[in-house]
DNA sequence: CAAGTACCGTACCGTACGGTACATCAAAAG
DNA sequence: CTTTTGATGTACCGTACGGTACGGTACTTG
């Protein structure tokens, strides 16, 4: 009976695509395609339809409807990797480029084609009070999003802000306090915008740009310096 | 033919109000406070029941679903008032009690369960292709809330922080820039994080402290001193 | 080869919703 | 009192979707 999706409790975004078959890993990137044109378009003969495949194994392998979209945004979810960071020998050079690459990947990401559908999805559907009657139910995207989203972006980031911390390149605060900061300086109102339908060109640059803003304010308000 | 509503391009939150019957006003806030409590629950019976009328005279009223919801958006986005910024005479005091007025205002809107539930509504259907069959139908719910929330908050502070340039109190800039990152600072995740279904309890008290962390970062980047 | 398994495609069912038609009723207008 | 207007409530229609059932097929296993 290894053909099911066990609920997997959280699963931190690793062995979530190794549970997968590689046709069901097809599946899901047939969901997210059409989540990505148009999240209307998602029904189960859609999807069945484009991943070539038949409803009735839809519902075989993912339960029911909610639990195709829950496999979906877990799925892309665990595609997601990062450089892990190595605290060591720190200057504020090597800090600057820390903050400003994952500011960059931030804005790369949450500008995507991919996170706006994810949101929009889990945001529409973020109502359904946990009442869940069969015990396959799986947990609100929602907090799907938010736990592979941005409730691991900030642990992600602590480390290298502590270490700046210990070496005196930030001023002494509560990291959690300095990464919302950081985060509200880096996405600003570009992440409500896009999600309510702004259509805002981002290239390259621009993201560079904003991320090397981002960091330097960043600095400025977190630095060492006097206040 | 007055009652049926017009399509009025843009309405500046002002005589939206006034176009509309008492009784119009009543299905409208039926409307919203079924949006509030599930967004899955507003369909045109469940309105009409809650509102004590016809399913038809909906239909008279406001053409078909989605001008019923674009008209709840408007009508709701005109309640919001805001008071007039008087630029004279402008000291360091008198520019962060407007600063931080502002902010706790926008923090007190955002994360009001009103807010939170048209944000939902609009973000979930942005994405119908402006392709209008019948010229009756309405805007994208998403530039509405753009409209009547983000891109009037801005030209509303905008006076204030320009005011606070000339007087020398901010650093001259571009006055939309500094507004964004204002914005960053005073919202940072909360917004996000609350339309994906996270739970945060924000006291009276906690938004001020808010609203003077941000306006206090915001001086600390804007301000007159040497970067 | 026979039995089983896994999957595809499609047809089907029940339901729920958007939208329309109609019958009824109340109140204003004449 | 009669007519007209406008609204309520209900019944109805078409459609679309979630979910299920079933026949057919290819591939594995003993």
Redesign the interface.
């Known amino acids: 009976m290894a053909d099911t999706l066990s609920p997997s409790a959280t699963s931190t975004s690793s062995d979530v695509a190794d549970a997968l078959t590689e046709r069901q890993q097809q599946v899901l990137d047939a969901t997210l395609e059409l989540l990505i044109e148009?999240?209307?378009n998602v029904t189960m003969i859609a999807v069945a339809r484009k991943a070539s495949c038949s409803k009735e194994t839809l519902y075989k392998w993912f339960g029911d409807r909610d639990g195709l979209l829950a496999a979906t945004v877990r799925y892309q979810a665990s595609k997601v990797k990062v450089a892990p960071f190595d605290g060591a020998d720190l200057t504020h050079a090597r800090l600057t480029t820390v903050l400003e690459g994952f500011a960059g990947d931030l804005l790369t990401i949450l500008t995507g084609k991919m996170s706006i559908a994810l949101?929009?999805l889990?945001?529409?559907q973020?109502?359904?009070h946990s009442g869940n009657n069969s015990a396959n139910s799986s947990e609100?995207l929602?907090?799907i999003?938010?736990q592979n989203g941005?409730f691991s972006t900030g642990p992600r980031l602590k480390p290298a802000l502590e270490a700046g911390m210990a070496a005196g390149l930030l001023r002494n605060d509560d990291s959690e306090e300095a990464f919302?900061?950081f985060?509200?300086?880096?996405?600003?109102?570009i992440?409500?915008?896009l999600?309510?339908?702004?259509v805002i060109s981002f290239s390259k640059t621009d993201i560079t740009a904003e991320a090397q803003r981002a960091t330097e304010?960043f600095f400025?308000?977190y630095g060492p310096q006097t206040?």
């Open positions: 148009n999240a209307a949101n929009r889990a945001i529409a973020a109502h359904q609100n929602g907090s999003v938010l941005r919302r900061s985060y509200g300086l880096v996405v600003r109102d992440q409500i915008r999600l309510l339908g702004d304010q400025s308000l206040p």
